[in-house]
């Protein structure tokens, strides 16, 4: 297989268009998968994709083509340019033209070869599970690990290297009638407890043996990390500048978007950072399609920090080169990790144990957004809601649809607790990058009962 890099210096090369760029991803994945307390399947799989993007320039404006290829066959690479630049000769002119970004250097590790893993990423958990598979409890999950490798280089002399690895497990436990879950994400699961995850899954399934029937309405409840996760990176991707700039979104006022606007009184802070302990991502923009929020006219561009929400006030939106410039507003790279800080140091435990009454999440699932002009998302409750009297867990009740806003839910939380690493259950297989506290909401709205188990 020809290497990443002579693959773009030769796709460039025998480019004919005004400009051109080529981005390479290698990817090398391991999953592990367990069911009924038994191993199931096991395996490694590589695959490469490869994208060119030509650009054709005039006086009407700029024109890009974009073909993307599987192929690891070097005799493919001026096939799939010329196709590329016939489909940029094609094209209506784009929107979001802007001068390409200019090379300052080649990235460190630009010439080394794709990063790899294997099935011995998992050592570290396979004692735990054994374990926990001679339990009574019976146990469903998946052990998935990848490592991405990406290059960019363009024809205005940028050269870009990133490895991305992502990991995470998950852990289904049945008792009886009763399912709990618990995950963790991971870069390399030297950090993942797995009889950590077990002692969890089994207390909660102990919760379960006494059940309540509850009716649907306002209950305040305890959202732990992982549902407060799933319910930020919504509000994270509405929070775009030109939808907001066009009044088609929760962050739109008359006359320009909510930025400034207070939304609560707690010190939150939800930002996005390639830097983050880790949490790391690609700290450049490395596009192969454009949309509301990034193009591949920024491709190249330095992705640093944003600051989505700062000390509870609206601080940022998305914005690419050529939107921002149109709206006179800051450049934002939308960030492929989401942190949400400023509470206190309490833990979940702490704040059940300050609860008179109320409800335990678990998690959530089939998320979908009802309306964007205020960000209403509906969803399910699932593996386990437990009921808290006098600051203790002392049974499960039914599951519940929900309707809630993101954005109402932050105005609303009357407490905030410890931010911790999470792993979202419903955006895991999309986005797994994730810190963020438990959350107290007073009134938070279970719409009807869900039969679903």
Same mark, same amino acid.
């Given at each position: 297989?020809?290497?990443?890099?002579?693959?773009?210096?030769?796709? $460039?090369?025998?480019?004919?268009?005004?400009?051109? &760029?080529?981005?390479?991803?290698?990817?090398?994945?391991?999953?592990?998968?367990? +069911?009924?307390?038994?191993?199931?399947?096991?395996?490694?799989?590589?695959?490469? @994709?490869?994208?060119?993007?030509?650009?054709?320039?005039?006086?009407?404006?700029?024109?890009?083509?974009?073909?993307?290829?599987?192929?690891?066959?070097?005799?493919?690479?001026?096939?799939?340019?010329?196709?590329?630049?016939?489909?940029?000769?094609?094209? %209506?002119?784009?929107?979001?033209?802007?001068?390409?970004?200019?090379?300052?250097?080649?990235? /460190?590790?630009?010439?080394?070869?794709?990063?790899?893993? *294997?099935?011995?990423?998992?050592?570290?958990?396979?004692?735990?599970?054994?374990?926990?598979?001679?339990?009574?409890?019976?146990?469903?999950?998946?052990?998935?690990?990848?490592?991405?490798?990406?290059?960019? *280089?363009?024809?205005?002399?940028?050269?870009?290297?990133?490895?991305?690895?992502?990991?995470?497990?998950?852990?289904?436990?049945?008792?009886?009638?009763?399912? +709990?879950?618990?995950?963790?994400?991971?870069?390399?699961?030297?950090?993942?407890?797995?009889?950590?995850?077990?002692?969890?899954?089994?207390?909660?399934?102990?919760? @379960?043996?006494?059940?309540?029937?509850?009716?649907?309405?306002?209950?305040?409840?305890?959202?732990?990390?992982?549902?407060?996760?799933?319910? &930020?990176?919504?509000?994270?991707?509405? &929070?775009?500048?030109?939808?907001? %700039?066009?009044?088609?979104?929760?962050?739109?006022?008359? *006359?320009?978007?909510?930025?400034?606007?207070? $939304?609560?009184?707690?010190?939150?802070?939800?930002?996005?950072?390639?830097?983050?302990?880790?949490?790391?991502?690609?700290?450049?923009?490395?596009?192969?399609? @454009?949309?509301?929020?990034?193009?591949?006219?920024?491709?190249?561009?330095?992705?640093?920090?944003?600051?989505?929400?700062?000390?509870?006030?609206?601080?940022?939106?998305?914005?690419?080169?050529?939107?921002?410039?149109?709206?006179?507003?800051?450049?934002?790279?939308?960030? /492929?990790?989401?942190?949400?800080?400023?509470?206190?140091?309490?833990? $979940?435990?702490? &704040?059940? +144990?300050?609860?008179?009454?109320?409800?335990?999440?678990?998690?959530?699932?089939?998320?979908?957004?009802?309306?964007?002009?205020?960000?209403?998302?509906?969803?399910?409750?699932?593996?386990?809601?437990? $009921?808290?009297? /006098?600051? %203790?867990?002392?049974?499960?009740?039914?599951?519940?649809?929900?309707?809630?806003?993101?954005?109402?839910?932050?105005?609303?939380?009357?407490?905030?607790? +410890?931010?911790?690493?999470?792993?979202?259950?419903?955006?895991?297989?999309?986005?797994?990058?994730?810190?963020?506290?438990?959350?107290?909401?007073?009134?938070?709205?279970?719409?009807?009962? @869900?039969?679903? %188990?």
């Amino acid at each position: 297989m020809i290497a990443a890099q002579d693959l773009i210096e030769r796709a $460039l090369a025998c480019s004919t268009v005004d400009e051109a &760029m080529v981005l390479v991803t290698d990817a090398s994945e391991a999953s592990l998968r367990w +069911a009924g307390n038994s191993m199931t399947t096991n395996g490694v799989a590589t695959s490469r @994709s490869w994208t060119v993007l030509s650009i054709v320039r005039g006086a009407d404006g700029a024109r890009v083509g974009a073909v993307t290829s599987s192929s690891v066959d070097a005799a493919t690479i001026e096939q799939v340019v010329r196709a590329s630049e016939a489909a940029a000769r094609a094209a %209506q002119p784009a929107a979001d033209a802007m001068d390409l970004i200019p090379g300052d250097g080649v990235d /460190d590790g630009w010439a080394d070869g794709p990063a790899a893993t *294997g099935v011995s990423v998992f050592e570290t958990l396979v004692p735990g599970l054994a374990d926990g598979f001679d339990g009574a409890d019976r146990l469903y999950g998946f052990a998935h690990h990848q490592m991405h490798s990406t290059w960019l *280089g363009t024809s205005t002399g940028v050269r870009r290297r990133f490895t991305q690895p992502t990991g995470s497990i998950e852990i289904n436990g049945k008792r009886g009638d009763a399912s +709990a879950w618990a995950g963790s994400a991971s870069i390399d699961f030297t950090d993942v407890s797995v009889p950590g995850l077990l002692a969890e899954l089994s207390r909660r399934l102990g919760w @379960s043996a006494r059940t309540v029937a509850l009716p649907a309405g306002r209950y305040e409840t305890l959202l732990p990390p992982s549902a407060v996760a799933d319910l &930020m990176i919504p509000l994270m991707w509405a &929070m775009e500048g030109r939808g907001a %700039q066009e009044g088609h979104t929760a962050l739109s006022r008359a *006359g320009g978007t909510r930025v400034g606007e207070r $939304l609560t009184g707690l010190p939150l802070t939800l930002f996005s950072d390639p830097h983050a302990a880790g949490l790391g991502y690609a700290p450049f923009v490395a596009a192969t399609a @454009s949309s509301d929020t990034v193009s591949v006219f920024d491709n190249g561009l330095d992705a640093g920090r944003v600051d989505w929400i700062r000390g509870g006030v609206i601080e940022s939106l998305a914005y690419p080169r050529a939107a921002a410039a149109e709206f006179g507003a800051p450049v934002a790279v939308p960030g /492929d990790n989401l942190l949400l800080t400023g509470g206190s140091a309490a833990r $979940l435990d702490d &704040m059940v +144990a300050a609860t008179e009454r109320g409800l335990l999440l678990t998690c959530l699932w089939y998320l979908r957004e009802v309306d964007p002009a205020t960000a209403l998302l509906t969803g399910l409750t699932r593996d386990g809601v437990y $009921l808290i009297e /006098d600051g %203790q867990v002392t049974g499960a009740v039914n599951n519940f649809r929900f309707n809630e806003s993101p954005l109402d839910l932050l105005r609303r939380a009357t407490e905030v607790g +410890a931010t911790e690493p999470t792993l979202p259950r419903e955006w895991k297989d999309w986005f797994t990058r994730t810190a963020m506290p438990p959350m107290r909401i007073p009134d938070f709205h279970m719409s009807s009962v @869900s039969e679903a %188990q």
